[in-house]
């Protein structure tokens, strides 16, 4: 992912467009107040930041939307953010299009097609970030980290107040939390971590999961299965104390005979056997339990039988009602009364009441229907009393049973016997039987350690490819690459220190020089020359091993006032871009610099794209005047004058 271009869009709608080339080194000089700080912000703002950094004043008074045009290996998206109102730190509203070719658009976007984190998550997987989570150890409290695009755009900027810092190397480093983010994302970066390691974590899991559930039943096999012919003889003899099997005779000696022996008894029940002598109480309980269930059919049907005499008793009031209602037309003839007039007060009636024939037709169609109702009422009493009659003869019946049982129960503890046997018999029956579950089970068994063999192979090896120490010996290796070309590029920039060893220690996010008799940090080594130095090389390297291993960080890098421990603000005035007038050392030093950003830009094309924004301004050297995109003097700037 590269940049096209930076697109600006004023309250009306009107666009500034700075293009920046990709694949090259790309230069924005100018002086003091002209944006070039803003444009980091800005490019930050639009790739997803929660906040909106751009400084406030003019370009947050004439800016309504920020966009970005992208470049990737297949296609292209045009993106924008609107610039938050007043009040306000940003908005979660994005504008976005993409396509093979896109150009951006030549007025402000009519309004926002997705949100902050649809449009991350979109970068996320065109970048090529796999699905990934840095788990951290268990003795630590922090969450579990996914690595995306706003971690990988750490290493995409450097700002002025961080190229020159001795105390932290990368973009926002000082601020909490980010530190520690930076430690957990960048060996995924780097590619010590597989693309597909959380695939394989997963995997390992289930693996584990599955493999301690075959462990916990063959465990509970071989506890079931006990001494093999011992357990038969044990179980043998206990089905003998409670009658099972006959008490003389000898005990078999071989495995198959004893489960001959058992196996009848995996369906037993206590009524496959005989009654006990005197068994009158079993008789009785049977008989019980057919009266009960009498019983409670004879209420069932009582009950409905007197819910529906509750309805004709209801409907029965009802018709009464009406008749007496209907009655009323007596007082009139039928002959005489004219159904237009009111009978009270012999006003004409607008809607003419019903004649009195018809009214006394209803009348007796009602008297009928409830001379029909009385005469099916006794009828319904006496199928009702029958019922009651029947329901109390069955229940001094079941009363009659239930006296004998405890009559029976009382006298005889014979019943408590056969009960008592009947329990232990079951629970003999039951291990008998899930002893035979389990010694069927011997084919199963062996599937299950073969299965056990699988799973455990299959398991170590993700362990070996999951390997912490494995993993911590493949991060000492890029780093240590790392730390080669770092010690090739402080050379070349004739660094303090820099005659050896040169490493990133990601442990606290610095960068050591190994000197002989002492690792000197960079918070201890002098000279914002060194500073500045360091981040470049570091940064530089990282982009180069990202490029060359193909890892999934955008493609950009910002350098932001690269020469200002050379050119310091205050002298721009003076020297109005030049580098010129610099002292001898200081132009070397610079060009040195500048060198190294041009051929490393150059090894890596396509792949690197570094944009600087800077006072300075080589006139003389061709290959930075064909670098310099734009320049912010004599009125150019960011914002165009016209928009003030």
């Not at 089905?239 to 003389?248: C, D, G, K, Q």
């Not at 009524?271 to 006990?276: I, N």
């Not at 809607?351 to 009195?356: F, I, N, R, S, W």
């Not at 730390?483 to 004739?494: F, P």
């Amino acid at each position: 992912m590269q940049i096209l271009e930076i697109v600006l869009y004023n309250h009306q709608g009107v666009p500034r467009v700075l293009s920046l080339r990709p694949g090259r080194t790309n230069i924005i000089t100018g002086g003091s107040a002209t944006g070039k700080s803003a444009l980091s912000e800005i490019v930050d703002y639009c790739l997803g930041r929660s906040t909106c950094m751009v400084p406030d004043g003019k370009i947050r008074d004439t800016v309504a939307w920020f966009g970005l045009r992208l470049q990737f290996a297949q296609d292209q998206m045009f993106l924008a953010r609107e610039n938050p109102p007043q009040g306000r730190k940003a908005t979660n509203q994005v504008y976005l299009e993409q396509g093979d070719v896109v150009a951006s658009r030549s007025v402000a976007p009519p309004a926002a097609n997705t949100t902050i984190e649809a449009m991350v998550d979109l970068l996320t997987r065109k970048l090529g970030i796999a699905p990934n989570l840095n788990v951290p150890p268990p003795n630590q409290t922090r969450q579990p980290l996914a690595a995306n695009l706003r971690h990988a755009l750490t290493y995409c900027y450097q700002q002025q107040n961080e190229i020159a810092a001795k105390d932290y190397l990368f973009h926002r480093q000082f601020e909490p939390f980010l530190p520690q983010a930076i430690k957990d994302t960048l060996p995924y970066f780097l590619g010590v971590i597989q693309e597909d390691r959380l695939a394989l974590e997963q995997e390992l899991t289930r693996f584990r999961s599955e493999l301690r559930t075959i462990q916990r039943a063959l465990r509970e096999a071989d506890a079931i299965q006990g001494l093999g012919l011992s357990k038969a003889i044990d179980l043998l003899a206990e089905a003998r104390e409670v009658n099972l099997i006959p008490t003389e005779g000898l005990l078999p000696d071989a495995m198959e005979a004893a489960l001959l022996l058992l196996q009848p008894f995996s369906q037993w029940s206590p009524s496959d056997q005989p009654a006990p002598e005197g068994s009158q109480l079993a008789q009785l309980q049977s008989a019980e339990r057919v009266l009960r269930t009498q019983i409670t059919d004879l209420s069932d049907a009582l009950r409905a039988a007197h819910q529906f005499a509750q309805e004709v008793t209801g409907y029965t009031n009802e018709v009464h009602q009406q008749e007496q209602r209907l009655e009323a037309i007596g007082l009139f003839e039928a002959n005489e009364y004219d159904n237009s007039v009111c009978p009270i007060c012999t006003q004409r009636l607008e809607t003419p009441v019903p004649k009195a024939t018809a009214l006394q037709g209803a009348l007796t169609q009602l008297r009928t229907n409830l001379a029909i109702t009385t005469r099916e009422q006794p009828h319904l009493r006496a199928y009702t009393e029958q019922l009651e009659s029947e329901r109390e003869r069955v229940r001094q019946q079941h009363r009659e049973v239930t006296t004998a049982m405890r009559s029976i129960l009382r006298e005889e503890t014979a019943a408590a016997n056969v009960r008592d046997l009947d329990m232990r018999r079951m629970r003999v029956t039951g291990r008998i039987s899930l002893w035979l579950e389990s010694a069927n089970f011997s084919d199963t068994t062996s599937s299950l350690r073969e299965r056990l063999r699988s799973i455990t192979a299959q398991v170590e090896g993700l362990e070996r490819q999951l390997d912490v120490a494995e993993k911590e010996e493949r991060l000492a290796s890029i780093l240590n690459r790392i730390g080669v070309q770092m010690t090739r590029w402080a050379q070349d920039l004739e660094l303090e220190h820099s005659g050896n060893p040169v490493r990133l220690d990601l442990k606290n996010l610095t960068i050591v020089v190994d000197r002989a008799d002492q690792p000197i940090p960079l918070s201890r080594m002098g000279s914002g020359e060194n500073w500045v130095g360091y981040h470049l090389i570091v940064h530089l390297a990282l982009h180069q091993h990202f490029r060359r291993q193909a890892r999934p960080v955008p493609g950009f890098l910002f350098l932001d006032q690269p020469s200002q421990v050379y050119y310091p603000r205050d002298r721009d005035l003076e020297l109005g871009g030049s580098l010129d007038q610099l002292r001898d050392e200081d132009q070397q030093a610079v060009r040195r610099m500048f060198n190294l950003i041009f051929e490393v830009v150059e090894s890596l094309t396509p792949g690197l794209q570094v944009i600087i924004t800077d006072h300075a301004d080589f006139v003389a050297d061709a290959r930075f005047q064909s670098a310099i995109v734009e320049r912010w003097r004599n009125g150019q700037a960011l914002i165009p004058e016209d928009w003030a």
